[in-house]
């Protein structure tokens, strides 16, 4: 079984500039989740997709980040336009739907994407 | 609201020492809690879970965790350290709902020496 994907695994930019980051979760997982860890800080929630809709978006931190999820296949994140304190890793993670709770099984991570703005 | 502190951004241990990482958390509800590990260039691999089946839980590489509701504590303990064992370490707490976004403790690097 494949694992969840992301890409690029680095992308460095410029302020200003647009930046697109692409999550493959585990094929048949509804749910997928995108995180962020800022340099010294803790890894925060910032989205939560089941299938295509979003279920709960209230970690994003402004309307420069834009999600979406195709089909409630691949997922896209993109920030435009960045700024410098959107540097950081950005990992994409998916889980099953159901279950009780016996089989929690939390989340699968991605390797996540380094994403430096200068 | 949740919140998880991790006591110590940085453990150092001797191979063979035992290992042991510090997690409290705060949740106004029963939780499930979680330790990850991230070593280096890869992403977070789940090494156990609490979900309140048994308060001692055994998880991946010889790690465990023990539950005690009345300390608020998940700490993750191992035996003994091998060389491998030097990553990141988080921990995590989510809520029964049936979407369980976490929330994570700030992470602790785990130094293993010769």
């Known amino acids: 079984e494949a694992g969840v994907t992301q890409f690029p695994s680095h992308s460095v930019i410029e302020k200003g500039q647009t930046v697109t980051l692409r999550c493959d979760p585990i094929s048949g997982h509804d749910n997928l989740y995108w995180y962020r860890r800022v340099m010294g800080k803790e890894i925060k929630f910032l989205l939560h997709f089941v299938k295509e809709s979003k279920q709960d978006e209230s970690g994003m931190p402004n309307n420069r980040f834009l999600a979406e999820r195709t089909g409630g296949t691949y997922s896209t994140l993109k920030v435009q336009p960045a700024e410098l304190e959107d540097s950081g890793v950005y990992f994409c993670a998916s889980s099953p739907s159901g279950g009780t709770q016996s089989t929690v099984r939390g989340q699968y991570f991605g390797p996540g994407t380094r994403l430096t703005v200068t | ?114």
């Open chain 2, 1 to 114: 609201a949740q919140s998880v502190t991790q006591l110590g951004s940085h453990v150092s241990v001797s191979e063979g020492a035992l290992v042991l990482l510090r997690c409290n958390y705060s949740s106004s509800v029963p939780p499930y809690l979680f330790w990850y590990v991230q070593y280096p260039n890869q992403g977070l691999q789940l090494l156990l879970k609490y979900t309140s089946a048994a308060t001692l839980v055994k998880g991946i590489n010889g790690f465990e965790a023990e539950f005690k509701k009345s300390e608020t504590s998940f700490h993750l303990t191992k035996p003994s350290a091998h060389m491998s064992d030097a990553a990141e370490y988080f921990c995590a707490v989510s809520d029964r709902s049936g979407y369980s976004t976490l929330t994570f403790g700030k992470g602790t690097m785990l130094l293993v020496s010769p």
